[in-house]
């Protein structure tokens, strides 16, 4: 049985719970795709799909957005995963998780999941840093990133 994982990452931690995912599953092969270089992904060999983004600015990544969309149906007729890192809490995150995935997709997935997120200063751009300062009040790097959560994830992942 074949695992891919698509995930888009801006600053490497919906990266690393991709990571921690693969890390976990018990398939045999578990390829992990970043959807920034691969536009055009084949699927249909995989028997399950994981998808993962987070959100800046109220939007998760358009690029994951444009592959649900195009994918749907195919996407339909696999076990499927979904999940989101985000540094707002309940119940702001699952309303971003909500608009971030289409009904018909989280109706279908396995298992969804808000895995936290982190704030990391030192991978941030200048603006980047201005706003999150502005509107957080955070002036130091901080990790929110829920293992627990990934560790249930791939439980259900697995069992399913
Ligand atoms: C400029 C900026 C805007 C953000 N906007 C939001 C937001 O609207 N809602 C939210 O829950 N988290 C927001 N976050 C937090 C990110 O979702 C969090 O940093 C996440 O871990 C990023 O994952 P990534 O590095 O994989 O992209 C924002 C972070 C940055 C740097």
């Not at 801006?10 to 690393?16: E, I, Q």
């Not at 890390?23 to 992904?41: G, T």
């Amino acid at each position: 049985m074949a695992t891919a994982i698509l995930y888009r990452s801006k600053h490497g931690t919906t990266l690393k719970a991709a990571q921690l995912i693969q890390a976990k599953l018990h398939d045999k092969i578990i390829d992990l795709y970043n959807l920034r270089h691969h536009r055009s992904l084949d699927i249909e060999s995989y028997d399950t799909i994981i998808i993962g983004g987070s959100i800046h600015s109220g939007k998760l990544q358009s690029d994951l957005k444009r592959l649900m969309a195009k994918k749907q149906n195919e996407l339909l007729s696999k076990k499927l995963g979904l999940f989101l890192c985000c540094m707002e809490e309940q119940p702001k995150s699952q309303h971003q998780f909500n608009q971030a995935f289409p009904e018909i997709l989280r109706n279908h997935a396995v298992c969804k999941s808000i895995m936290g997120g982190e704030f990391l200063l030192e991978e941030m751009n200048f603006a980047e840093k201005f706003l999150i300062k502005k509107a957080a009040g955070v002036t130091n790097s901080i990790s929110k990133l829920k293992l627990e959560e990934i560790e249930y994830f791939a439980a259900k992942v697995n069992a399913s």
